[in-house]
């Protein structure tokens, strides 16, 4: 029996200020930015002066801490693209490509299960609804932007370099990372849960770009544009500040929630998260670095599968390590 989601239901949910919320999330990244900073001169000041600072050192601020042109956020994107392309045919990306591919094709063949099942929790609880609503939000563009433009503010007023360069490469992470995902909805037409008319969602490739703005809903699930905004404002962050240990624990759990709720809501099927997943973190990782061949070698991603035995049976696990 097909499932058809009713979105904005009429229910008691608990409101959640997303705005109040994101300016304290900027205010601990900034008070943490400039904690560390202060540490590092402190740092600089006790070291010799004759010692001359490690080649990685001179590359990490050569990289991160120079002050951006003000066009690169859009400028670059023909670079970002072309360098996410190149990545496709690089023979160390290809275990990667392969396992993305498995694992997406292994996640449709149960997305009507695992839809109903989240979806079950979203529609009984309000709680559930509301935070999955919110986390939702998140990921819809508007808070990338705010998070660039609050990293452009701090870096006018601290005259912060990194923090500059940070907002405008989440800028172009966003921007080549729409772009793409544009490409891929508009190649595949899959029908988002919401609007299935089979189990899983049927697939109607490259439809008029008439018929797509007119039902969006019936092809632009493939792949989640939620999902690959969040990884790629994730991703920029953590590149540019490696030393804040805790950015990678919360970016990527805030990547999760972000995913279950897309689920939960009916606007995605968990298939539809893999590859989007995937190019927010390639197009994050390029801004950041300037170059595939970067990418590639300060590891990239990892992709595992193995053979797994527990209570419920006989199986497959996969893994996809960042």
């Known amino acids: 029996m097909l499932r058809n989601v009713v979105l904005n239901r009429n229910r008691e949910a608990v409101f959640i200020p997303k705005p109040f919320i994101i300016v304290v999330l900027i205010f601990c990244v900034c008070v943490g930015v400039t904690h560390a900073q202060d ?14 600072p490690p080649i990685d050192s001179v590359s990490f601020v ?29 023979g160390h990306t290809v275990p990667v490509l392969v396992g993305l591919t498995a694992l997406t094709l292994g996640l449709i063949v149960t997305d009507h299960q695992t839809s109903e099942f989240t979806s079950g929790y979203y529609e009984r609880s309000r709680t559930v609804a509301s935070v999955s609503d919110f986390f939702v939000s998140v990921g819809d563009g508007q808070s990338p932007l705010l998070l660039a433009g609050a990293f ?24 080549a990372t729409g772009f793409m995902v544009q490409t891929f909805k508009h190649i595949s037409g899959r029908e988002s849960p919401s609007e299935a008319t089979s189990n899983g969602g049927t697939w109607r ?17 493939f792949p989640s544009g ?97």
């Open 39 to 52: 540490n590092e001169c402190e740092i600089l000041e006790m070291s010799p002066p004759m010692i001359p």
């Open 205 to 221: 490739p490259f439809p008029s770009l008439k018929k797509y703005g007119r039902h969006q809903s019936r092809y632009h699930a």
């Open 152 to 175: 452009g503010v701090y870096g006018f007023a601290a005259s912060d370099r990194r923090a500059l360069r940070t907002a405008s490469q989440i800028l172009e992470a966003l921007f």
């Open 226 to 322: 939620h999902i690959a905004t969040t990884m790629a404002t994730v991703t920029v962050l953590i590149e540019n500040y490696p030393e804040h240990s805790w950015l990678k624990p919360l970016g990527y759990s805030v990547v999760g929630l972000v995913g279950i709720g897309l689920v939960g809501n009916g606007w995605h099927w968990y298939s539809d998260l893999p590859l989007g997943i995937a190019l927010g973190y390639a197009f994050g990782r390029i801004a950041a670095n300037s170059s595939s061949r970067d990418f590639i070698d300060q590891g990239g991603m990892k992709f595992s599968l193995a053979p797994m035995v527990n209570d419920n049976g006989n199986g497959l696990r996969a893994s996809l390590r960042f």
């Open 62 to 90: 050569n990289t991160h801490q120079s002050s951006p042109q003000w066009h690169e956020s859009i400028s670059n994107i023909p670079h970002d693209v072309g360098q996410c392309a190149s990545l496709s045919v690089d």
